[in-house]
């Protein structure tokens, strides 16, 4: 959902189950009064009715986090910018403001133009409103494109709420890739899988697939090699294309521990 002017922003509750799709939690304004009771004064520095109201469908941010802060806010924001760690690295999704989320912060402010302090206030936030949907996915990638296999993500080496979020952040990082690559269309041929579906198409025993961290990319405008080289950047421990034993015609991203990037065709 885009971002739209608001007068004043609540705190979003149960954000785990709004980073795994669910529905919106919205502050509730006060019971109708009768016509016949007059209304109370307000109540010095409270919001009204029309004042208090949701910024965005997923997740609305209130006040400003930095370096230090902590919590089911910074866990929303770190899913955002899982794509701008560095070259080579990933961020935690812990929780924790440090300095690898503040750099990460960084970067994405940098990416779309905005003052790159590495504090994430109202302009970072109706940047990330402006970038996704009302299901917390960003607006160029859906779930359906990263599950090609069973609708309920079950059946795979985690739960399905797990593989659910991993996606999720897998998504985010194709994202912040998209962007970076002029923002044209990257196209995903699949993502999760549960153990059944991975065995079907000959996937490796321990598939990162099955975790619903990784997703597998058609060459689309960019190419297969432009893919593997731009993944580096954007918080993909697992690199696979060109080159690797059965990846000439795909190139495979996946997160999670370790790092493994072979596409030997492209350089890497």
Known sequence: MRS???????????????????????????????ASVPAPAPVPGSASATDVRAADGCYTWSGTLREGSSGEAVRQLQIRVAGYPGTGNQISIDGQFGPATKAAVARFQAAYGLGSDGIAGPQTFNKIYALQDDDCTPVNFTYAELNRCNSTWSGGKVSAATARANALVTMWKLQAMRHAMGD?????????????????????????HMYGHAADLGAGPQGFCALAKAARNHGFTEILGPGYPGHNDHTHVAGGSGRFWSAPSCGI
Do not use: H, K
């Not at 002017?5 to 109708?32: D, E, H, K, N, R």
């Open 4 to 34: 739209r002017p608001i007068g004043f922003l609540v705190s979003a509750v149960a954000g785990a189950a709004l980073a795994f799709g669910g529905t919106p939690t919205a502050s509730a304004g006060p019971a109708p009064t009768p």
């Open 184 to 208: 044209r269309p990257i196209t995903v041929n699949g993502g999760f899988r549960s153990v059944s579906c991975n065995s079907s198409v000959g996937g490796a025993a321990n598939s990162r």
